[in-house]
């Protein structure tokens, strides 16, 4: 009994070490300083939870909202419509080219950048003192990474820990399911297109890549040089996809691709297995890429995820 109570007396003693009160509540102290090395190899430190974030990628500003950290948020690019909410949000400009007199007008605190913002942007913001880390994932892991390290900058560390445990719990259903009922040499080949004229796809590198694997495809531009490399028509031909998924941004439906005079040779035309993908949900780097994984899954693999 007495080692219950001394137990009980020492949670409490840490409970009040870590927290403060707020109008009579526990409100958890943030860990600030918080010391990052974000993706341009730079160091940052971010000395109080940020009160004015500027998101300058819609996927992080995805990220702010699903971690719960929107009533921070003052500036966000021109296709940082998701979700509703953040169309309502002071617009400052397009992801590569955001006006400097807008973001400084808007006195933040914490400016999140991707690797679509202009270096010259980065370091005129740097030179006036404004926190800049640069978030740029590569992969489904790095996504994760993402969210982690944006919910420890913006003081939303729990937020965080919750979301990347439900991403990862799907993340892990899904796999299961495609490694119990098939070889890795079962896989169905896919080839993914982003732009049709010239024809672009994306290789290693990428979290579509990622993606497509986890969905239990192989991506026959995998060992493509570059991330998102323009793709030969004739190795198209002869790798002989079983699926052909289409990007929206490639202004593709799947009548218009299945018409295309060169492609009738292809399997996936022949067969019907053509499916155009909503790009804002495959193309961005956040939370959405778990509902991008699921779509995947049903297409790739009807038999098993419908």
Do not use: C
């Not at 600030?32 to 341009?40: A, E, K, Q, R, T």
Request: aromatic share 6%.
């Amino acid at each position: 009994m007495k080692n219950i109570r001394r137990l009980i007396v020492l949670t409490f003693l840490f409970v009040l070490i870590t927290s403060y009160f707020v109008g009579g509540n526990i409100v958890v102290a943030r860990n600030y300083p918080v010391n990052i090395i974000d993706d341009l190899g730079k160091e940052v430190v971010v000395e109080e939870e940020p009160a004015r974030i500027i998101s300058l990628a819609p996927s992080h500003t995805e990220i702010v909202f699903a971690l719960g950290g929107e009533e921070k948020l003052v500036g966000v690019t021109e296709y940082g419509d998701y979700p509703k909410a953040a169309q309502e949000i002071t617009n400052i400009g397009t992801i590569t080219e955001p006006s400097m007199e807008r973001i400084i007008g808007l006195q933040p605190d914490l400016v999140l950048a991707s690797e679509l913002t202009p270096k010259e942007t980065i370091q005129r913001l740097e030179q006036l003192e404004i926190n800049v880390v640069a978030l740029a994932p590569e992969s489904v892991d790095g996504v994760i990474e993402t969210i982690s390290s944006v919910g420890e900058l913006i003081g939303q560390q729990e937020e965080a820990v919750s979301l990347i445990a439900e991403m990862n719990d799907k993340i892990t259903e899904v796999r299961e399911i495609v490694e119990k009922n098939m070889a890795d040499d079962e896989r169905p080949k896919v080839f993914y297109e982003v732009w049709k004229e010239p024809l672009y796809t994306a290789s290693a590198g990428t979290f579509i890549d990622d993606l497509i694997h986890l969905a239990g495809g192989v991506n026959i531009a995998h060992d493509t040089q570059g991330k998102w490399p323009q793709y030969n028509f004739e190795v198209l031909l002869a790798q002989n996809p079983d699926i052909y998924l289409v990007s929206h941004e490639s202004e593709a439906s799947k009548e218009s691709v299945q018409a295309r005079e060169k492609f009738q040779s292809i399997k996936a035309i022949k067969e019907g297995r053509v499916y155009p993908l909503d790009a804002d949900l495959l193309n961005r780097a956040g939370p959405k890429l778990i509902l991008a994984l699921e779509e995947l899954a049903e297409v790739i693999h009807p038999e098993l995820f419908n």
